[in-house]
């Protein structure tokens, strides 16, 4: 095994081993009162759970790859990100959904990626609810639960769900609203972690929503591995440190949306 290798094996265990603890530690926050404050609006919500894992897995980084530099949602947050890819650089979603996680208890993911040198490499989400640990490196295989997932079935659009953001849909940008309308039927989880992992295993067709870094930054090292789509709405290239809107696809449903799109 090459030395690049081996030390992203070393690393890539001892993340799994901190999602074991900080499962725990995020179940044992949530039976306690914890405190919610709003960000940008109403429905943008961040917790004290948030930020204390956030700030676990910060330390923990810090100790399993101490060259990296560290991106996180609520550190980062009102902060500039540094423009440069170069090197490892560990992106964090410390509770991606947290509005179900505050309404429902249910729903929520926790994610986790490691870019070197701008290739998307490593990348995690935790299904906490559901105990279900989504783990890919590139070029060595995507899993769930060191089960290995393979490429979803291509479905035509009409046979596929599709899951689009609501904002979007609303305001039928880009016509979204026929491609609501063209798939068999639409969901929305309300976690981008979590819709992206029903792409990953085939239940759901298409995702469409307008995406943080850290929303996307472990989801793209899946879609990538399992040969999906995955761009910005008007086809351009992803940047990884900016906001996009972002679809993620099989490339059957890619193709059929693009047609509609307007
Ligand atoms: P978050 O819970 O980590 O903020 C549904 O709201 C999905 O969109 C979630 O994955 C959420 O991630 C993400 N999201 C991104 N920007 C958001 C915003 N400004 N307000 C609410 N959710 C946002
Ligand atoms: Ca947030
Ligand atoms: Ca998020
Ligand atoms: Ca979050």
Redesign the pocket.
Known sequence: MIADEKQLQEIDSAVQVMFGSLRERTLTLMQKPFSVDT?TSQN???TTV?KANEQFIREQLIKIDPHSRIIG??ES?GHQIAPSLVGHIWII?P??G?MNFVRQRNHFAIMLALYIDGQATLGYILDVMNDDMYHCWRHHGAFVNRQQLSAPVELPLSQGLVDINRYLLLSNVHNLQDVARQAAGLRMYGSAGIELIHVFTGQLSAYISRL?PWDLAAGRVFAEELGLDVKTIDGRQLSVLSSNTVLVATKQASQEIGWLLK
């Open positions: 960000k943008d919500l961040v948030d949602e609520e947050y979603d509770i991606d947290t943080k």
